[in-house]
Protein backbone atom coordinates (compact mmCIF):
# COMPACT_ATOMS: atom_id res chain seq x y z
CA UNK A 1 0.00 0.00 0.00
CA UNK A 2 1.32 3.55 -0.55
CA UNK A 3 1.51 6.14 1.81
CA UNK A 4 3.33 9.54 2.19
CA UNK A 5 5.12 11.07 5.28
CA UNK A 6 5.30 14.26 6.04
CA UNK A 7 7.80 14.82 9.09
CA UNK A 8 7.34 18.31 10.17
CA UNK A 9 3.72 19.03 11.16
CA UNK A 10 4.77 22.57 11.79
CA UNK A 11 7.44 25.31 10.59
CA UNK A 12 7.75 28.63 11.17
CA UNK A 13 9.87 31.12 8.99
CA UNK A 14 10.59 34.61 9.04
CA UNK A 15 9.07 36.19 5.73
CA UNK A 16 11.46 36.74 3.16
CA UNK A 17 13.14 33.49 3.79
CA UNK A 18 13.20 30.62 2.06
CA UNK A 19 11.03 27.65 2.51
CA UNK A 20 12.07 23.56 2.16
CA UNK A 21 8.59 21.27 3.13
CA UNK A 22 9.26 17.53 3.41
CA UNK A 23 7.55 14.72 1.91
CA UNK A 24 8.35 11.33 1.52
CA UNK A 25 6.21 8.33 -0.33
CA UNK A 26 6.27 4.84 -0.31
CA UNK A 27 4.91 3.37 -3.28
CA UNK A 28 6.16 0.88 -5.84
CA UNK A 29 5.40 1.69 -9.61
CA UNK A 30 6.33 5.13 -10.80
CA UNK A 31 3.95 7.81 -8.42
CA UNK A 32 1.90 10.15 -9.85
CA UNK A 33 2.85 12.96 -6.74
CA UNK A 34 1.21 16.65 -6.10
CA UNK A 35 1.28 19.30 -3.44
CA UNK A 36 -2.06 20.74 -2.42
CA UNK A 37 -2.54 24.17 -0.14
CA UNK A 38 -5.17 24.34 2.53
CA UNK A 39 -6.03 28.01 3.51
CA UNK A 40 -8.05 28.24 7.03
CA UNK A 41 -11.60 27.50 5.79
CA UNK A 42 -10.79 26.82 2.50
CA UNK A 43 -11.02 23.96 0.23
CA UNK A 44 -7.52 22.67 -1.30
CA UNK A 45 -5.68 24.26 -3.90
CA UNK A 46 -3.22 22.36 -6.32
CA UNK A 47 -0.17 23.96 -6.28
CA UNK A 48 1.98 21.91 -8.44
CA UNK A 49 2.12 17.73 -9.65
CA UNK A 50 4.69 15.62 -10.82
CA UNK A 51 3.74 12.66 -13.47
CA UNK A 52 7.39 12.29 -15.25
CA UNK A 53 9.63 14.06 -16.97
CA UNK A 54 11.57 16.84 -15.75
CA UNK A 55 12.17 15.92 -11.96
CA UNK A 56 11.94 19.61 -10.68
CA UNK A 57 8.44 20.79 -11.53
CA UNK A 58 6.92 24.60 -11.38
CA UNK A 59 4.00 25.33 -9.71
CA UNK A 60 2.03 28.23 -8.81
CA UNK A 61 2.63 31.28 -6.12
CA UNK A 62 6.14 31.07 -6.62
CA UNK A 63 6.96 27.05 -5.30
CA UNK A 64 8.75 24.49 -7.12
CA UNK A 65 9.19 20.63 -6.09
CA UNK A 66 11.74 18.09 -6.45
CA UNK A 67 11.59 14.65 -7.44
CA UNK A 68 14.35 12.19 -6.09
CA UNK A 69 13.29 8.55 -6.81
CA UNK A 70 16.54 7.51 -4.88
CA UNK A 71 15.44 9.04 -1.85
CA UNK A 72 11.70 8.50 -2.76
CA UNK A 73 11.22 12.08 -1.89
CA UNK A 74 9.27 15.33 -3.57
CA UNK A 75 9.94 18.14 -1.34
CA UNK A 76 8.29 21.78 -1.97
CA UNK A 77 10.36 24.53 -1.78
CA UNK A 78 10.17 28.68 -2.01
CA UNK A 79 12.84 30.82 -2.20
CA UNK A 80 11.37 34.01 -0.25
CA UNK A 81 7.97 33.42 1.68
CA UNK A 82 4.96 35.64 1.76
CA UNK A 83 2.97 36.47 4.62
CA UNK A 84 0.20 35.06 2.54
CA UNK A 85 2.11 31.52 2.40
CA UNK A 86 0.92 30.78 6.28
CA UNK A 87 -1.28 27.61 5.35
CA UNK A 88 -1.52 23.97 5.99
CA UNK A 89 -0.11 21.94 2.89
CA UNK A 90 -0.31 18.52 1.70
CA UNK A 91 1.44 15.94 -0.20
CA UNK A 92 -0.25 13.32 -2.36
CA UNK A 93 0.66 10.37 -3.92
CA UNK A 94 -1.71 8.82 -6.60
CA UNK A 95 -2.16 5.69 -7.96
CA UNK A 96 -0.67 5.21 -11.16
CA UNK A 97 -2.21 2.44 -12.87
CA UNK A 98 -5.74 3.30 -11.90
CA UNK A 99 -4.83 7.05 -10.63
CA UNK A 100 -8.34 6.67 -8.85
CA UNK A 101 -7.56 7.96 -5.39
CA UNK A 102 -4.90 10.41 -3.93
CA UNK A 103 -2.88 8.88 -0.33
CA UNK A 104 -2.09 12.18 1.85
CA UNK A 105 0.21 12.60 3.64
CA UNK A 106 -0.67 14.12 7.85
CA UNK A 107 0.14 17.87 6.07
CA UNK A 108 2.21 20.39 7.70
CA UNK A 109 1.17 23.97 8.88
CA UNK A 110 3.28 26.82 7.81
CA UNK A 111 3.21 29.81 10.38
CA UNK A 112 5.16 33.32 8.89
CA UNK A 113 6.49 35.48 10.99
CA UNK A 114 6.51 39.46 10.32
CA UNK B 1 -12.92 29.46 -7.02
CA UNK B 2 -12.33 25.55 -8.15
CA UNK B 3 -15.68 25.50 -10.02
CA UNK B 4 -16.80 22.73 -7.63
CA UNK B 5 -19.24 23.32 -5.42
CA UNK B 6 -20.99 21.82 -2.27
CA UNK B 7 -24.24 22.16 0.04
CA UNK B 8 -24.34 22.41 2.60
CA UNK B 9 -21.33 24.35 4.20
CA UNK B 10 -22.09 23.99 7.30
CA UNK B 11 -24.45 20.71 9.05
CA UNK B 12 -25.04 19.85 12.89
CA UNK B 13 -27.06 16.93 13.37
CA UNK B 14 -27.28 14.34 16.18
CA UNK B 15 -26.09 10.67 17.01
CA UNK B 16 -28.16 8.17 14.82
CA UNK B 17 -29.24 10.74 12.20
CA UNK B 18 -28.82 10.63 8.78
CA UNK B 19 -27.83 13.62 6.26
CA UNK B 20 -26.77 13.85 2.37
CA UNK B 21 -24.06 16.09 1.26
CA UNK B 22 -24.07 17.00 -2.08
CA UNK B 23 -21.36 18.09 -4.72
CA UNK B 24 -21.71 19.58 -8.30
CA UNK B 25 -18.70 18.82 -10.18
CA UNK B 26 -16.70 21.35 -12.37
CA UNK B 27 -18.42 21.34 -15.89
CA UNK B 28 -16.98 18.87 -18.38
CA UNK B 29 -15.82 16.54 -15.41
CA UNK B 30 -16.66 12.98 -15.82
CA UNK B 31 -15.37 12.06 -12.52
CA UNK B 32 -16.30 12.84 -8.71
CA UNK B 33 -14.15 11.56 -5.26
CA UNK B 34 -15.19 11.97 -1.76
CA UNK B 35 -12.88 12.86 0.98
CA UNK B 36 -13.16 12.93 4.89
CA UNK B 37 -10.66 15.06 6.55
CA UNK B 38 -10.75 14.69 10.35
CA UNK B 39 -8.37 15.33 13.20
CA UNK B 40 -7.58 12.23 13.77
CA UNK B 41 -7.54 10.31 10.74
CA UNK B 42 -6.57 12.99 8.63
CA UNK B 43 -7.55 13.52 4.87
CA UNK B 44 -8.96 9.94 3.55
CA UNK B 45 -9.77 9.08 0.19
CA UNK B 46 -13.90 7.16 0.43
CA UNK B 47 -15.51 6.60 -2.99
CA UNK B 48 -14.99 7.48 -6.38
CA UNK B 49 -17.58 7.29 -9.31
CA UNK B 50 -16.76 8.26 -12.93
CA UNK B 51 -20.00 9.00 -15.52
CA UNK B 52 -22.52 7.32 -13.00
CA UNK B 53 -20.34 4.16 -11.98
CA UNK B 54 -18.53 3.33 -9.04
CA UNK B 55 -14.85 3.11 -9.78
CA UNK B 56 -12.43 2.65 -6.63
CA UNK B 57 -13.53 2.11 -3.00
CA UNK B 58 -11.14 3.56 0.02
CA UNK B 59 -11.70 4.19 3.97
CA UNK B 60 -15.45 3.91 3.10
CA UNK B 61 -18.20 2.98 6.28
CA UNK B 62 -20.90 0.53 5.40
CA UNK B 63 -23.18 3.05 6.85
CA UNK B 64 -21.73 5.33 4.32
CA UNK B 65 -23.16 5.35 0.35
CA UNK B 66 -22.79 7.36 -2.59
CA UNK B 67 -24.18 8.03 -5.92
CA UNK B 68 -23.52 10.09 -9.06
CA UNK B 69 -26.49 10.98 -10.59
CA UNK B 70 -26.83 11.16 -14.73
CA UNK B 71 -26.30 15.09 -14.72
CA UNK B 72 -23.21 14.04 -12.97
CA UNK B 73 -23.59 15.45 -9.77
CA UNK B 74 -22.86 13.22 -6.86
CA UNK B 75 -24.40 13.06 -2.98
CA UNK B 76 -22.84 11.55 -0.39
CA UNK B 77 -24.99 9.91 2.17
CA UNK B 78 -24.13 9.14 6.23
CA UNK B 79 -26.30 7.06 7.80
CA UNK B 80 -26.21 6.30 12.00
CA UNK B 81 -24.09 8.66 12.51
CA UNK B 82 -21.58 8.41 15.16
CA UNK B 83 -19.41 11.39 16.95
CA UNK B 84 -16.41 10.16 15.05
CA UNK B 85 -18.41 10.90 11.86
CA UNK B 86 -17.62 14.82 12.56
CA UNK B 87 -15.82 16.15 9.94
CA UNK B 88 -14.89 17.97 6.63
CA UNK B 89 -16.38 15.91 3.70
CA UNK B 90 -14.40 17.46 0.54
CA UNK B 91 -15.70 16.68 -2.93
CA UNK B 92 -13.47 16.99 -6.09
CA UNK B 93 -13.70 16.58 -9.64
CA UNK B 94 -11.45 15.67 -12.84
CA UNK B 95 -11.73 15.65 -16.61
CA UNK B 96 -11.34 11.69 -16.79
CA UNK B 97 -10.33 9.03 -14.28
CA UNK B 98 -6.69 9.02 -13.35
CA UNK B 99 -4.39 10.93 -11.40
CA UNK B 100 -5.35 14.15 -13.22
CA UNK B 101 -5.27 17.02 -11.47
CA UNK B 102 -8.13 16.86 -8.96
CA UNK B 103 -10.10 20.14 -8.46
CA UNK B 104 -11.53 20.08 -4.69
CA UNK B 105 -14.93 22.13 -3.26
CA UNK B 106 -15.23 24.06 -0.44
CA UNK B 107 -16.07 20.87 1.61
CA UNK B 108 -18.93 20.71 4.32
CA UNK B 109 -18.26 20.68 7.61
CA UNK B 110 -20.54 17.96 9.59
CA UNK B 111 -21.12 18.23 13.42
CA UNK B 112 -22.49 15.05 14.72
CA UNK B 113 -23.79 15.90 18.49
Redesign the interface.
Known sequence: AQSVTQPDIHITVSEGASLELRCNYSYGATP?LFW?VQSPG?????LL?Y?SGDTLVQGIKGFEAEFKRSQSSFNLRKPSVHWSDAAEY?CAV???N??????????TRLMVKP | DSGVTQTPKHLITATGQRVTLRCSPRSGDLSVYWYQQSLDQGLQFLIQYYNGEERAKGNILERFSAQQFPDLHSELNLSSLELGDSALYFCASSVVSGSNEQFFGPGTRLTVL
Open positions: YYQGLQLKFFGEGAGNMLTFGGG
